[in-house]
C-alpha cells in the first residue's frame, strides 16, 4: 500500500523535506519524491546519506539501505509518497497524518494524502 501526499501551497520544498524528516522514523516505509525521482541518478545512487545530510535531514546508516523505494511506483499528480513494506493498519495510517500535520502547521503547508 502507498499513501500518496499532494502539497498545496507553499511553502513545497520546505514541506518535501518535512515529509522526508518523518520518513526517517517510519521503518515500516519508504519513499518517492519528485527531487529524489529527479536526481536518483546522481547523488542518491551513489550516497543516499550525503543526498539527505544536504537537506538537512539525518538518515541513520541502517535507513540508508530502505528508506528510498525500489518498486518504480509512479508519482503521478502526487509530489511525495510513503511506501508501506508492510500492510499498515489504520493506527499506522493516523499516526502518519497526526505527524504530517504537526510538520506542516509549523511550515504553514497544506496537504491531502491518499492510500490505496
Same mark, same amino acid.
Given at each position: 500500500?502507498?499513501?500518496? %501526499?499532494?502539497?498545496?501551497?507553499?511553502?513545497?520544498?520546505?514541506?518535501?523535506?518535512?515529509?522526508?524528516?518523518?520518513? %526517517?522514523?517510519?521503518?515500516?516505509?519508504?519513499?518517492?519524491?519528485?527531487?529524489?525521482?529527479?536526481?536518483?541518478?546522481?547523488?542518491?545512487?551513489?550516497?543516499?546519506?550525503? $543526498?539527505?545530510?544536504?537537506?538537512?535531514?539525518?538518515?541513520?546508516?541502517?535507513?540508508?539501505?530502505?528508506?528510498?523505494?525500489?518498486?518504480?511506483?509512479?508519482?503521478?499528480?502526487?509530489?511525495?509518497?510513503?511506501? $508501506?513494506?508492510?500492510?499498515?493498519?489504520?493506527?499506522?495510517? %493516523?499516526?502518519?497524518?497526526?505527524?504530517?500535520?504537526?510538520?506542516?502547521?509549523?511550515?504553514?503547508?497544506?496537504?491531502?494524502?491518499?492510500?490505496?
Amino acid at each position: 500500500m502507498i499513501s500518496y %501526499v499532494k502539497i498545496m501551497g507553499p511553502p513545497i520544498h520546505d514541506a518535501i523535506i518535512a515529509l522526508e524528516k518523518i520518513a %526517517v522514523d517510519l521503518p515500516k516505509t519508504c519513499i518517492m519524491d519528485h527531487a529524489i525521482l529527479e536526481n536518483v541518478s546522481k547523488s542518491i545512487a551513489s550516497d543516499i546519506g550525503g $543526498w539527505f545530510d544536504n537537506r538537512g535531514v539525518i538518515v541513520p546508516i541502517e535507513r540508508c539501505k530502505d528508506i528510498i523505494s525500489k518498486t518504480g511506483e509512479s508519482l503521478g499528480e502526487y509530489d511525495f509518497y510513503f511506501e $508501506w513494506t508492510t500492510k499498515p493498519r489504520i493506527d499506522d495510517i %493516523v499516526m502518519l497524518i497526526e505527524k504530517i500535520d504537526i510538520a506542516f502547521k509549523q511550515i504553514g503547508a497544506m496537504y491531502t494524502i491518499t492510500t490505496k
